[in-house]
Each structure stands twice: as structure tokens, then as C-alpha cells.
T-cell receptor
Framework: ETGVTQTPRHLVMGMTNKKSLKCEQHLGHNAMYWYKQSAKKPLELMFV???????ENNSVPSRFSPECPNSSHLFLHLHTLQPEDSALYLC???????????FGPGTRLTVT | AQSVTQLGSHVSVSEGALVLLRCNYS??????LFWYVQYPNQGLQLLLKYTSAATLVKGINGFEAEFKKSETSFHLTKPSAHMSDAAEYFCAVTRSDSSYKLIFGSGTRLLVRP
């Protein structure tokens, strides 16, 4: 595997489910990011981890819970989501916080 | 604070015509600037970046962008559009003086007519 990978690519979940999104980067980077991309809205930065420490949390609801066990892996744990949370969730990594970012293909999430 | 404005949410060109996608930025310190492209159902791919070296930056797929400090612009161009260029394009800015987050523009969707 090369670059940034995300699994699953598509996810449909009910409002009472719990699921997790996974991101893995094979670039040796130190920073990882979660973004939300909704139709007709700008990219929304959700969380940033630098050297496995959370450095930014942009007022994201607590039903989204990130986890960064090491510099190569990033998870987004989801529970009791709302239909408006349906979106493309993108993971990215960069050499360090603030450098150009490399994106994964995204997980298309649909909340029913 | 940094910000990015992309003029035109949609741009339509004929195949073979010049592509011009506009990006203006504001930054209190010298910026680093980026253009990303997103094809349908995919993540963002880095097209090119400006990091204070040459003001004319060449990227992948025949795209280039020119940093103009006096106009606070970083417009993306390609001399001849190809059908495969149809995608959404994002301009982004960050500070050059310290670690800071990327600020993305709202994106411009490029349509290429046969």
C-alpha cells in the first residue's frame, strides 16, 4: 500500500449504530487530519493530530471521537449520528503540522 | 488570519481552450499556497505548491500557477483543456513562518465541453 488509505470506502449506518472509520498513512508523516466534506459546503477541518497528540478540535460534536494510536493510524469513532452527518469523510497526512497534505480517497458515510 | 477566495464556483470551457481558475488570498505573513484537484468520489490530490521559490510554479497534468504578491493572487492555468480535467479544484493557503493549518477555498468546479 502507498499513500493514504481509508476503510471502509462506503458506510451506511443507522442513528443508533456505532462504527469506526480507519485511516492509515504509509508516508512516514507526523501529522494526520480528519475533514468533513458535505455537498455545497467548504471542507471542514475536524481534528488534527501531530505526533499522536491532538492539536486541534474544531468544535466537533462529541458523537465523533478521534483516536490516534500511533503516527501511522487514525480512527474516527462514530455513535448516535444524525442524518446531517452524512458526508464524505477525508483523512489526510503531512510531514508536519502545516505542510502540504496528502489525502486518502475518503469514506462516503450515509446515516439513515 | 489567513483566508482564501476562489472566484466562481463553476467554470465551463471548451476542450482545447485555456483554463483559468482564480484564487486570491489574504495573509499577514508570506504564505505558502497550494492547488488541489478532486475527481468524483475521490480524495484531494496535490496539483502544485508555492513555497517562496520561483513565482511561476509548474504542477502535474500541464497545470501551472503564478504567485503575484501585488495582487495577492495565485491563479491556476492550463493552456489547453482536456476532458479529463473536469473536476473540482481547491486553492489553499498556510503561513510560512510557523506550523499552521491549511485554509481551503470553497472550490471551483471545472466543466469541459466537447
Amino acid at each position: 500500500e502507498t499513500g493514504v488509505t481509508q476503510t471502509p470506502r462506503h458506510l451506511v449506518m443507522g442513528m443508533t449504530n456505532k462504527k469506526s472509520l480507519k485511516c492509515e498513512q504509509h508516508l512516514g508523516h507526523n501529522a494526520m487530519y480528519w475533514y468533513k466534506q458535505s455537498a455545497k459546503k467548504p471542507l471542514e477541518l475536524m481534528f488534527v493530530y501531530s505526533l499522536e497528540e491532538r492539536v486541534e478540535n474544531n468544535s466537533v460534536p462529541s458523537r465523533f471521537s478521534p483516536e490516534c494510536p500511533n503516527s501511522s493510524h487514525l480512527f474516527l469513532h462514530l455513535h448516535t449520528l444524525q442524518p446531517e452527518d452524512s458526508a464524505l469523510y477525508l483523512c489526510a497526512s503531512s510531514q508536519d503540522y502545516g505542510y502540504e497534505q496528502y489525502f486518502g480517497p475518503g469514506t462516503r458515510l450515509t446515516v439513515t | 488570519a489567513q483566508s482564501v477566495t476562489q472566484l466562481g464556483s463553476h467554470v465551463s470551457v471548451s476542450e482545447g481552450a485555456l483554463v483559468l481558475l482564480r484564487c486570491n488570498y489574504s495573509s499577514s505573513v508570506p504564505p505558502y499556497l497550494f492547488w488541489y484537484v478532486q475527481y468524483p468520489n475521490q480524495g484531494l490530490q496535490l496539483l502544485l505548491k508555492y513555497t517562496s521559490a520561483a513565482t511561476l510554479v509548474k504542477g502535474i497534468n500541464g497545470f501551472e500557477a503564478e504567485f503575484k504578491k501585488s495582487e495577492t493572487s495565485f491563479h491556476l492555468t492550463k493552456p489547453s483543456a482536456h476532458m479529463s480535467d473536469a473536476a473540482e479544484y481547491f486553492c489553499a493557503v498556510t503561513r510560512s513562518d510557523s506550523s499552521y493549518k491549511l485554509i481551503f477555498g470553497s472550490g471551483t468546479r471545472l466543466l469541459v465541453r466537447p
